[in-house]
């Protein structure tokens, strides 16, 4: 049955304000946190953007919900050994609740060191390559390891949980289902889809599949929509748009192509809860095992009241 979970957008919220979220979603009966993890956020109207591992010691001791990120690309800005040893420290602080969400990544994010950005076979290539080198260090061994694209050296995780956490990858085409399959202990995804869902899941049928969708709240739908638009267009651009825009005015730049029509059409926006249980039930419908949902915007008090009464309890039985 799938569980339900809160996103936290690092994109839209400050530290102290992700961190009252998280005790909002714990209250309201949200059981787990997905964080999101960017250098920058997607557009000026988002505006926020905190370094993801600070907030995850802060929601250590904040709640008690299990943390994953969503994601963390540990191939250009970040090397992995310094991912592996962020991922260990946070496992500690959780008391194991942690799951390390790992992906590709975006250039908006990783070409902020002046590193060129490779093609997409070339990342998923890097990609692999990190996996590899973080499950070493999660060995305990000091590792040297000089591959492709990394060189680690004498290096060894000192302060490692007794389980490590396990890695899940993010990926949206056949090529990166087919590496997830073989190297991620579960797939992330936002997207609602059977065919790579199950494509993912004929190695081993019983790996998690965590997924995340936003949705709007407000007293309105209209002015929910609103909202999305101003907000999140950049989830309604196509093709490799999102992978390959470096600058968050770019980003507004390929967003005026994105209607309010296009957002109304795409989100479960206003005050209906079976608007909202309709939008998410897609991904129940196709197997998802931890679905989380984020709130657009800053009524995210209205948010959790309406869940808490009005949807979750009209999902009772599939979570």
Same mark, same amino acid.
Request: glycine residues 8%; negative net charge.
């Given at each position: 049955m799938t569980e339900f979970g809160y996103f936290l957008s690092?994109?839209?919220?400050?530290? *102290? =304000? $992700? %961190?009252?979220?998280?005790?909002?979603? +714990? =209250?309201?009966?949200?059981?787990s946190l997905w964080i999101s993890d960017h250098f920058h956020p997607w557009n000026e109207a988002q505006g926020q953007s905190p370094f993801v591992w600070s907030v995850?010691?802060? $929601?250590? +001791?904040a709640v008690r919900l299990p943390v994953e990120t969503a994601v963390t690309c540990p191939t250009v800005r970040l090397h992995p050994a310094l991912v592996a040893q962020a991922a260990a420290t946070s496992q500690l602080l959780l008391e194991g609740r942690f799951r390390l969400g790992l992906g590709s990544?975006? *250039?908006?994010?990783?070409?902020?060191?002046?590193d060129p950005w490779p093609s997409a076979g070339v990342r998923l290539e890097m990609l692999e390559e990190a996996v590899e080198v973080i499950r070493l260090l999660f060995t305990g061994e000091t590792v040297t390891h000089r591959g492709r694209y990394y060189t680690v050296e004498n290096a060894r995780i000192y302060s490692l949980p007794e389980a490590p956490p396990p890695l899940d990858v993010s990926a949206f085409?056949? @090529?990166?289902? =087919?590496?997830a399959s073989q190297i991620a202990d579960g797939l992330v995804t936002t997207a609602p889809d059977a065919e790579l869902i199950g494509r993912f899941r004929v190695r081993d049928p019983a790996r998690p599949v965590c997924a995340a969708t936003k949705v709007c709240w407000a007293e309105s739908? *209209?002015?929910? %929509? @609103?909202?999305a638009h101003r907000i999140w267009p950049t989830e309604h651009l196509p093709g490799e748009l999102n992978q390959i825009l470096p600058t968050p005015a770019h980003f507004e730049q390929a967003s005026t192509l994105v209607t309010e029509e296009t957002v109304a059409a795409a989100v479960a926006c206003g005050p209906d809860p079976e608007e909202h249980v309709r939008h998410l039930r897609r991904f129940v419908d196709v197997g998802v095992d931890r679905l989380h949902i984020g709130q657009i915007g800053p009524e995210q008090r209205g948010f959790f009241d309406f869940y808490r009464s009005e949807v979750l309890p009209l999902l009772d039985g599939t979570s």
């Amino acid at each position: 049955m799938t569980e339900f979970g809160y996103f936290l957008s690092c994109e839209e919220f400050g530290p *102290a =304000d $992700l %961190v009252a979220q998280a005790r909002m979603a +714990q =209250d309201a009966g949200f059981r787990s946190l997905w964080i999101s993890d960017h250098f920058h956020p997607w557009n000026e109207a988002q505006g926020q953007s905190p370094f993801v591992w600070s907030v995850i010691g802060a $929601l250590s +001791q904040a709640v008690r919900l299990p943390v994953e990120t969503a994601v963390t690309c540990p191939t250009v800005r970040l090397h992995p050994a310094l991912v592996a040893q962020a991922a260990a420290t946070s496992q500690l602080l959780l008391e194991g609740r942690f799951r390390l969400g790992l992906g590709s990544g975006e *250039a908006l994010n990783e070409h902020v060191l002046g590193d060129p950005w490779p093609s997409a076979g070339v990342r998923l290539e890097m990609l692999e390559e990190a996996v590899e080198v973080i499950r070493l260090l999660f060995t305990g061994e000091t590792v040297t390891h000089r591959g492709r694209y990394y060189t680690v050296e004498n290096a060894r995780i000192y302060s490692l949980p007794e389980a490590p956490p396990p890695l899940d990858v993010s990926a949206f085409g056949p @090529r990166a289902v =087919d590496l997830a399959s073989q190297i991620a202990d579960g797939l992330v995804t936002t997207a609602p889809d059977a065919e790579l869902i199950g494509r993912f899941r004929v190695r081993d049928p019983a790996r998690p599949v965590c997924a995340a969708t936003k949705v709007c709240w407000a007293e309105s739908r *209209a002015e929910a %929509v @609103r909202t999305a638009h101003r907000i999140w267009p950049t989830e309604h651009l196509p093709g490799e748009l999102n992978q390959i825009l470096p600058t968050p005015a770019h980003f507004e730049q390929a967003s005026t192509l994105v209607t309010e029509e296009t957002v109304a059409a795409a989100v479960a926006c206003g005050p209906d809860p079976e608007e909202h249980v309709r939008h998410l039930r897609r991904f129940v419908d196709v197997g998802v095992d931890r679905l989380h949902i984020g709130q657009i915007g800053p009524e995210q008090r209205g948010f959790f009241d309406f869940y808490r009464s009005e949807v979750l309890p009209l999902l009772d039985g599939t979570s």
